[in-house]
């Protein structure tokens, strides 16, 4: 399909699902094309100048091989943990993502699944629906304000999320590569801030340098008075020693937005009545992904017209 100036900018393969309002909305400006589209037609891959795609989707270097006028990968999400950004950049390929549009999102569902874990809320909506209440007392659940809450990555989402924790009346402390020019403690090891906390919030970038950076030792350190939440990447978590964990009752409960293998499918989690899942969602607002689009948009029209990103990622990301 035609954009309304699809002649002015190079075919985009659009590599995974969008929503029909994301599709759209580039297609308003853009050419799409897919990878059907390209075996149907292998002449399409040399003409295609830019890869626009989410960031649950995993680019790889022999799809970016396939491509030998690729200029620009756009990401629609803010994590790139799933292209290889290093590789793109010995390329040539400017890689873009979409920071701070959605923060408060994302800052957003990780409040409520907190609220969700410690006050058991899915369990009490089936203690209603279920008739359980005619006959039954409801369990008692557990507060927030008094608790102390360490977070895992103090970037961008890390400080919504402690700055709206505050009005909670907790104590915070954070973990990261060093510390930074805020009011709450740092702690140099994950393991120390993890022994110090009740609960600990997973917000870091996923990739090679936090791949199971929650480990065993981790949450045996949590303990089992201890909560977790993530709405970082999967990986940043080893699952089957939190399967072990929730299971065993070594941990009190997580809350989870995003896992090792999506979409969770024959998981122990499943089976588990101590966490709260939810099918990474942190950035699924009407509002938020719209704006999301639109700074992709931005980046691929920015970079096509003056050779330049709006929101590059830098090569070689370090965690905050």
């Known amino acids: 399909m035609q954009g309304s100036e699809g002649s002015h900018?190079?075919?985009?393969?659009?590599?995974?699902?969008?929503?029909?309002?994301d599709e759209a909305r580039l297609k308003e400006t853009f050419t799409l094309v897919d990878e059907a589209a390209i075996e149907r037609d292998p002449?399409?891959?040399?003409?295609?100048k830019g890869l626009v795609t989410r960031s649950n989707y995993r680019v790889t270097k022999a799809l970016i091989d396939q491509l030998p006028a690729l200029k620009i990968i756009a990401t629609n999400g803010v994590g790139f943990d799933g292209i290889p950004v290093d590789y793109a950049a010995q390329k040539g390929i400017v890689v873009t993502h979409t920071p701070d549009v959605l923060n408060k999102a994302v800052a957003e569902l990780a409040i409520g699944l907190l609220f969700s874990l410690l006050r058991r809320l899915p369990a009490a909506d089936r203690f209603v629906r279920e008739g359980q209440w005619l006959h039954l007392t409801p369990a008692l659940a557990y507060d927030l304000a008094g608790k102390k809450v360490g977070i895992v990555g103090l970037g961008r989402i890390g400080?919504?999320?402690?700055?709206?924790?505050?009005?909670?009346?907790?104590?915070?402390?954070?973990?990261g590569r060093k510390p930074q020019a805020v009011a709450w403690s740092y702690f140099s090891s994950v393991e120390a801030l993890a022994a110090s906390v009740d609960i600990l919030i997973v917000t870091c970038p996923g990739g090679a340098d936090t791949f199971h950076l929650i480990d065993e030792s981790v949450l045996g350190r949590l303990g089992p008075e201890g909560f977790i939440v993530n709405i970082a990447?999967?990986?940043v978590i080893d699952e089957a020693a939190l399967c072990r964990a929730?299971?065993?009752?070594?941990?009190?409960?997580a809350a989870l937005d995003v896992f090792e293998h999506e979409p969770l499918a024959d998981s122990p989690l499943l089976g588990l009545d101590n966490v709260v899942l939810t099918p990474h969602i942190g950035s699924a607002t009407h509002e938020t992904r719209r704006r999301m689009t639109e700074l992709v948009i931005r980046n691929l029209v920015s970079f096509f017209t003056t050779g330049r990103a709006v929101t590059p990622v830098p090569s070689s990301f370090q965690m905050n």
Request: net charge positive; glycine share 6%; hydrophobic share 45%.
């Open 9 to 21: 900018f190079p075919p985009l393969l659009k590599f995974g699902a969008f929503t029909p309002e």
């Open 43 to 48: 002449r399409l891959a040399q003409q295609v």
């Open 159 to 175: 400080k919504e999320i402690a700055n709206r924790l505050e009005a909670f009346e907790v104590d915070i402390a954070y973990f």
């Open 233 to 235: 990447r999967g990986s």
């Open 246 to 253: 929730l299971s065993e009752r070594a941990i009190r409960g």
